[in-house]
């Protein structure tokens, strides 16, 4: 029966119509937890717009987070033609990360800069690398999965190695708000480790790609 699920094709434009309609619900959710605790016989002032800023930190966070993870979503179902039962349970794990991301959210903007609020958005956060990387490998592995025709072993390439820096991104910022968790806002934020390991990537590929042009 499991080697069945693995195996069969599912209705896989079905999935990805969810898949976005779910997405839709998480992004909207983050705008719940944008409020003014402001009194109503008492006048709104500037002050007081500023004074909620940590929520509106983490809900940019998740807005941009959310954002990035549909956009890798959608590429990699461009490449990606065809789904079975393994592929889908990835693809559920990866929306039941993304529906969960508001809660998240919520925590840290509640309790900004404590270890278990940190923790608790990093393991979040990680655990959508993961399964957006389990999506990728499982579905680059069979070879009818993925068009061949519209991309090259080198974007194939790229798109694994990228996964591999996110997924390497979230479990740095889990170990790190042990320590630091306000160090690994900023890093879940501007993603610097990514950014780091894909600038010395790209520039190691332009080494290969220079030395082989000196070789011909």
């Known amino acids: 029966m499991k080697s069945e699920l693995k195996t069969r094709e599912v209705p896989y434009e079905r999935v990805l119509f969810f ?3 779910v997405v839709a619900i998480a992004i909207t959710l983050l705008a719940l937890d944008l409020k ?9 002032t500037f002050k007081d717009l500023l004074l909620p800023w940590k929520n509106y930190l983490a ?4 807005f941009f987070n959310i954002a990035s993870f ?5 590429q990699i179902y461009t490449y990606v033609k065809k789904m079975n039962g393994r592929i889908m349970i990835y693809n559920i794990g990866w929306l039941l990360f993304i529906i969960i991301l ?7 903007s509640t309790h900004f800069g404590e270890s278990v609020a940190v923790f608790i958005y990093s393991f979040n956060i990680l655990a959508l690398s993961v399964f957006q990387n389990a999506i990728w490998d499982s579905s680059d592995l069979k070879k009818d999965f993925v ?3 519209i991309i090259s072993q080198d974007e194939r390439e790229r798109f694994r190695v990228m996964f591999n820096f996110d997924m390497i991104n979230g479990l740095l910022c889990v170990v790190l708000s042990f320590f630091m968790p306000t160090v690994t806002f900023f890093l ?3 993603k610097i480790p990514v950014i780091f390991l894909a600038g010395v990537y790209l520039a190691n590929q ?3 790609e220079l030395s082989k042009l000196k070789n011909q």
């Open 19 to 21: 898949s976005d309609a």
């Open 36 to 44: 003014l605790d402001v009194p109503e016989d008492q006048h709104l």
């Open 59 to 62: 809900f940019l966070l998740s």
């Open 70 to 74: 549909w956009r890798t979503h959608h």
């Open 102 to 108: 508001p809660f998240s959210t919520t925590v840290l």
């Open 147 to 149: 068009d061949r025709e």
């Open 188 to 190: 879940l934020f501007f």
């Open 206 to 208: 332009r080494r290969k």
